[in-house]
């Protein structure tokens, strides 16, 4: 089925610690993007990443399109960093809507 | 620009009342999409609009829902006869189309009591 799952569910860093956040995709799933969402509840846009890498500050993301995956990557977190990271992508020739992960909520302690 | 805009934030009425929020998109942006989120899980499509036509609805939204978007620009959203169930935050997007970035609003939380 049309799937986007994301890796892991929680997780737990000490500040200045590097992540890896990983978001697998179905093959009708293409367009990811990743989004923190703040504590408003806010999706603030984080990256579009169809393909390649991309990066900006601290953090970056890489799609390998082809092997149906995505990563972002969070160097020296700061406790400003805590919260729900999703990742979404495009569904193949369905206008443009979304389908989300489930998400990972990353706890930062001071 | 000033983003995609959602009104209210919040919004607390009673089961059985009718509740209406707004959606106010980028200005350049052709598509609007609403989701649905609860506690836990990821935003789910509800529907969306290319111009003012709207070209897609969830199973999830039933006939107790409904969406405009008149003259293309803002959208709303109307829930009729409200049950516990549609406690949720409602989120608002925007973009380009197909192939491009989305945005979202700021989302209206509702809770029906």
């Known amino acids: 089925g049309i799937q986007v799952e994301q890796s892991p569910p929680d997780l737990i860093l000490q500040e200045g610690a590097n992540s890896t956040l990983r978001c697998n995709f179905s093959d009708s799933v293409n367009n990811l993007q990743w989004f923190h969402q703040n504590p408003w509840g806010q999706l603030i846009n984080l990256f579009y990443i169809p393909s390649g890498t991309k990066q900006n500050g601290r953090l970056s993301a890489t799609t390998v399109a082809t092997e149906r995956y995505s990563l972002l990557y969070i160097s020296s977190s700061q406790t400003t960093d805590s919260g729900v990271y999703f990742c979404?992508?495009?569904?193949?020739?369905?206008?443009?809507?979304?389908?989300f992960g489930q998400g990972t909520e990353l706890s930062v302690k001071p | 620009d000033t983003g995609v805009s959602q009104d209210p934030r919040h919004k607390i009425t009673k089961r059985g009342q009718n509740v209406t929020f707004r959606c106010d998109p980028i200005s350049e942006h052709n598509r609007l999409y609403w989701y649905r989120q609860t506690l836990g899980q990821g935003p789910e499509f509800l529907t969306y609009f290319q111009n003012e036509a709207q070209l897609e609805k969830s199973r999830l939204l039933s006939d107790r829902f409904s969406a405009e978007r008149p003259k293309g620009s803002f959208s709303t959203l109307e829930i009729q006869r409200t049950e516990q169930g549609d406690s949720a935050m409602y989120l608002c997007a925007s973009s380009f189309g197909i192939g491009t970035e989305a945005f979202f609003g700021q989302g209206t939380r509702l809770t029906v009591v």
């Open positions: 979404a992508g495009e569904i193949y020739n369905q206008g443009g809507k979304l389908i």
